[in-house]
């Protein structure tokens, strides 16, 4: 593999509670390459969130890094002093999350949100970059969108907006949290079109977390399968998908209607 | 698969248990003096029936009107117009009375297992709640078949006492099924009984509800959007698409020809497990088809509104 844009080595967070702590992330170490897409898949409470949140720093306390680095464009992000992370944080790697509904904010118009992402870091001709980006994305009649509310948009196209606001400044990797969980099939096809065509045009690499291997299937590259915590697998994603080596992936895997619910048969 | 039995069909030799007729449920919105109200066609001339013993699947996507069309049989949602036949008796013309006695043998099991539970109650309270408003049995008569069902749906009676939070969402779904099971229905309508739970738990209640459907002879409505999860569980399907069905019939006939343009957009835009199988996004063009064409036969058992 080339050098990998992002390299996060061991990486450990835990929740301190008073009187016991719980260990979210235990040792997990992973790479993305410029324009890869790695899929990040366990079920709920597997831990996979609170990686992401611990990649751009945003954990609140009382969770807490224990261990590891996280190498992003040659610095270790976890030591790097807050005024400089602000600087990547939404510029070089910015999220998506999985409510649009609940990300936007409500009383600002979609292109003063996108135009804010570009003003925070500094860029010039914001509205007319606002209007591209929203272009880009495939809403149509941009210029008019602009001046809309999230409300007065459909599900789809708030999380079209979400991801314009994403790539206002060009980042090199973009993390999505459950992008399309909340949206219907048809949908979640278009936003997962949209994400492979922006990756191509843009060389995003993408940090893809879900709990739906069908979504893996679509877009991955790579995967990695978390269970409690930890990486019990990752590998190619037809490797995964085709022959996995671990228990727990298998056992999902059988899970997914479609994979293997005949064997539920009574 | 086989579930469900594959020679009762409506119109066959048996009387199907449910059978809804032109269904109709316009919501009104009201917008100021002078202008006319606005009218959302929910439900918009629906009819189907579902056979004794049958898991029969109703699929779209939001706003579709599939969790309303639910509602309006078991009357938590009055209907604007249609006939809702259970057992060969309209239940639109029940008095309240004999509606909640109706009632008893038609159940629904809500999708969110956190909010549909009343988090103050003890599980056990919960399932025992329709035994007391249907007057059914002593105390310890109801106690005892609330363990029965705890039993019967895989949860631990030790944990009658447990309150809602207590359980995972997985858990919690049993509970809403045993409290639906309370009062021996012959009808469960699931409305996306399943769609919040994580996959490994989402099989494990997939697959009580096929061994209730064999032991209770129960017959289930599951209304859903996974479309993966209805071909393999249900043995007919209907699509629903802005208040109308626009295809319905045998399951594994629908999934092998998808015949409506807005059925075929929808199968076609499902994730695939196989990355490397063809995969042909067939885009949805509203002006394709005809909104108010009538359902006919494309198929054995197969009828598409084309």
């Given at each position: 593999?080339?050098?990998?844009?992002?390299?996060?080595?061991?990486?450990?967070?835990?929740?301190?509670?008073?009187?016991?702590?719980?260990t979210?992330?235990?040792?997990?170490?992973?790479?993305?390459?410029?324009?890869?897409?790695?899929?990040?898949?366990?079920?709920?409470?597997?831990?996979?969130?609170?990686?992401?949140?611990?990649?751009?720093?945003?954990?609140?306390?009382?969770?807490?890094?224990?261990?590891?680095?996280?190498?992003?464009?040659?610095?270790?992000?976890?030591?790097?002093?807050?005024?400089?992370?602000?600087?990547?944080?939404?510029?070089?790697?910015?999220?998506?999350?999985?409510?649009?509904?609940?990300?936007?904010?409500?009383?600002?118009?979609?292109?003063?949100?996108?135009?804010?992402?570009?003003?925070?870091?500094?860029?010039?001709?914001?509205?007319?970059?606002?209007?591209?980006?929203?272009s880009?994305?495939?809403?149509?009649?941009?210029?008019?969108?602009?001046?809309?509310?999230?409300?007065?948009?459909?599900?789809?196209?708030?999380?079209?907006?979400?991801?314009?606001?994403?790539?206002?400044?060009?980042?090199?990797?973009?993390?999505?949290?459950?992008?399309?969980?909340?949206?219907?099939?048809?949908?979640?096809?278009?936003?997962?079109?949209?994400?492979?065509?922006?990756?191509?045009?843009?060389?995003?690499?993408?940090?893809?977390?879900?709990?739906?291997?069908?979504?893996?299937?679509?877009?991955?590259?790579?995967?990695?399968?978390?269970?409690?915590?930890?990486?019990?697998e990752?590998?190619?994603?037809?490797?995964?998908?085709?022959?996995?080596?671990?228990?727990?992936?298998?056992?999902?895997?059988?899970?997914?209607?479609?994979?293997?619910?005949?064997s539920l048969?009574? | 698969?086989?579930?469900?039995?594959?020679?009762?069909?409506?119109?066959?030799?048996?009387?199907?248990?449910?059978?809804?007729?032109?269904?109709?449920?316009?919501?009104?919105?009201?917008?100021?003096?002078?202008?006319?109200?606005?009218?959302?066609?929910?439900?918009?001339?629906?009819?189907?029936?579902?056979?004794?013993?049958?898991?029969?699947?109703?699929?779209?996507?939001?706003?579709?009107?599939?969790?309303?069309?639910?509602?309006?049989?078991?009357?938590?949602?009055?209907?604007?117009?249609?006939?809702?036949?259970?057992?060969?008796?309209?239940?639109?013309?029940?008095?309240?009375?004999?509606?909640?006695?109706a009632?008893?043998?038609?159940?629904?099991?809500?999708?969110?297992?956190?909010?549909?539970?009343?988090?103050r109650?003890?599980a056990?309270?919960?399932?025992?709640?329709?035994?007391?408003?249907?007057?059914?049995?002593?105390?310890?008569?109801?106690?005892?078949?609330?363990?029965?069902?705890?039993?019967?749906?895989?949860?631990?009676?030790?944990?009658?006492?447990?309150?809602?939070?207590?359980?995972?969402?997985?858990?919690?779904?049993?509970?809403?099924i045993?409290?639906?099971?309370?009062?021996?229905?012959?009808?469960?309508?699931?409305?996306?009984?399943?769609?919040?739970?994580?996959?490994?738990?989402?099989?494990?209640?997939?697959?009580?509800?096929?061994?209730l459907?064999?032991?209770?002879?129960?017959?289930?409505?599951?209304?859903?959007?996974?479309?993966?999860?209805?071909?393999?569980?249900?043995?007919?399907?209907?699509?629903m698409?802005?208040?109308?069905?626009?295809?319905?019939?045998?399951?594994?006939?629908?999934?092998?020809?998808?015949?409506?343009?807005?059925?075929?957009?929808?199968?076609?835009?499902?994730?695939?497990?196989?990355?490397?199988?063809?995969?042909?996004?067939?885009?949805?063009?509203?002006?394709?088809?005809?909104?108010?064409?009538?359902?006919?036969?494309?198929?054995?058992?197969?009828?598409?509104?084309?």
């Open positions: 593999m080339a050098e990998p844009l992002l390299n996060v080595q061991h990486l450990s967070v835990a929740f301190e509670g008073t009187r016991s702590t719980v979210a992330v235990d040792d997990v170490s992973f790479q993305i390459a410029p324009g890869e897409t790695l899929g990040l898949v366990g079920e709920s409470g597997s831990g996979k969130s609170v990686t992401a949140f611990a990649i751009l720093r945003l954990l609140q306390p009382p969770g807490r890094v224990t261990a590891g680095r996280v190498m992003f464009e040659g610095r270790d992000l976890l030591a790097l002093p807050e005024h400089d992370m602000r600087r990547i944080r939404g510029a070089r790697i910015s999220l998506i999350f999985q409510e649009p509904m609940t990300a936007l904010d409500p009383v600002m118009r979609v292109g003063d949100q996108i135009a804010e992402a570009l003003t925070v870091h500094g860029r010039t001709g914001a509205r007319q970059r606002a209007v591209e980006l929203l880009a994305v495939h809403i149509p009649d941009a210029e008019r969108r602009i001046r809309d509310y999230p409300h007065q948009l459909s599900g789809g196209m708030r999380q079209r907006a979400m991801i314009a606001i994403a790539l206002a400044c060009h980042p090199a990797l973009v993390i999505a949290d459950e992008p399309t969980t909340a949206l219907d099939v048809t949908i979640q096809a278009q936003v997962l079109d949209l994400l492979r065509e922006l990756r191509t045009q843009f060389n995003l690499a993408l940090l893809l977390i879900t709990h739906d291997f069908g979504v893996i299937a679509e877009i991955a590259d790579r995967v990695a399968v978390m269970y409690r915590g930890t990486l019990v990752q590998g190619p994603v037809r490797q995964i998908l085709r022959a996995p080596a671990h228990d727990y992936t298998r056992s999902l895997l059988a899970a997914v209607p479609g994979a293997g619910i005949s048969a009574p | 698969m086989t579930h469900g039995l594959e020679s009762t069909r409506a119109g066959g030799l048996t009387p199907p248990l449910l059978e809804v007729r032109r269904l109709v449920k316009y919501f009104v919105r009201k917008r100021g003096l002078w202008r006319q109200p606005s009218v959302v066609k929910a439900v918009d001339d629906l009819s189907f029936a579902i056979g004794e013993g049958e898991m029969f699947g109703l699929v779209g996507e939001s706003g579709s009107g599939k969790s309303t069309t639910g509602r309006c049989i078991l009357r938590l949602v009055e209907p604007s117009s249609g006939e809702v036949f259970f057992r060969g008796e309209d239940v639109l013309r029940f008095s309240r009375p004999r509606m909640r006695r009632r008893r043998d038609m159940q629904i099991v809500f999708q969110d297992p956190y909010s549909s539970l009343n988090p109650m003890r056990g309270d919960i399932v025992e709640e329709p035994l007391i408003i249907h007057e059914l049995g002593s105390r310890a008569e109801r106690r005892g078949r609330v363990a029965d069902l705890f039993d019967l749906v895989g949860l631990d009676p030790d944990h009658l006492t447990r309150y809602p939070h207590e359980f995972s969402g997985g858990q919690r779904q049993r509970i809403g045993a409290r639906a099971l309370a009062l021996n229905p012959a009808l469960i309508i699931a409305d996306e009984a399943v769609s919040a739970l994580d996959v490994s738990i989402q099989a494990q209640v997939v697959r009580l509800m096929l061994e459907q064999v032991r209770l002879k129960l017959t289930y409505l599951f209304i859903a959007h996974d479309l993966r999860l209805v071909e393999h569980i249900c043995s007919r399907v209907a699509v698409y802005l208040g109308k069905i626009v295809e319905m019939g045998d399951t594994r006939a629908l999934f092998a020809s998808p015949t409506h343009p807005y059925t075929r957009a929808l199968l076609s835009a499902v994730p695939m497990l196989d990355p490397d199988a063809p995969r042909q996004r067939i885009p949805l063009d509203p002006d394709s088809f005809d909104r108010e064409a009538p359902l006919k036969e494309v198929g054995v058992a197969h009828l598409a509104a084309v």
